[in-house]
């Protein structure tokens, strides 16, 4: 079965979000979080603060992005069910960093600055940081619900909320590295390198797809 093409309306709407979080992050960036108002996101985007709630119900989320969330979900679905809970989480992680920081040669895509601005505000604001901890957490439930049939029972379920926190805050520490050198280093490299380190060599190589 051919999978569902969005709706012009559906399009529409993912372009609107796109443009107000664009806005919101590049003022963030230049001014400081809590200079900026929703009210001269609203104005930047040339949208209404009323457009602004639709899409974004609180400040905190015009910097939160959803999209690695889904990736990382469907890619751990999507992993063979025979291999170890660490590779399949650790691989997933390691793919969708790879199809969200795409690189034209060497510098670095716009979605991967768009990354690196959303993570440094994270990381620089208490109160994103707060709602960065809730997503992590909202995350390894993601994973652990992808793992299906693999999870029925509360021993299995428990190794994989253990393995998927492991795999997380290995990620959490590369992604940090990644905004402390200014993106210099890839970032699916340095996931991988810190899933070498905590788990070994060879559950990470064998994460990755062939």
Sequence with gaps: MSERRPTLRERQRSETRRVIQAHAVRLFTDRGYDAVTVADVAKAA??????????????????????????IAERVAASPATHPLVRRVGGALVDAATALTGRDGDEPAANERFLLDCLRLMVSTPALRARHLDSQYALQQAIVDALGDDTADPDTAFRAQAATGACLAAMHTALTRWAEDNGQTELPELIARALAASFGDDVVATGRRD
């Design 46 to 71: 040339d949208v209404s603060a009323m457009t602004v709630f639709r899409h974004f119900p609180t400040k905190e989320d015009l910097v939160l992005i959803d999209q690695p969330a889904r990736l």
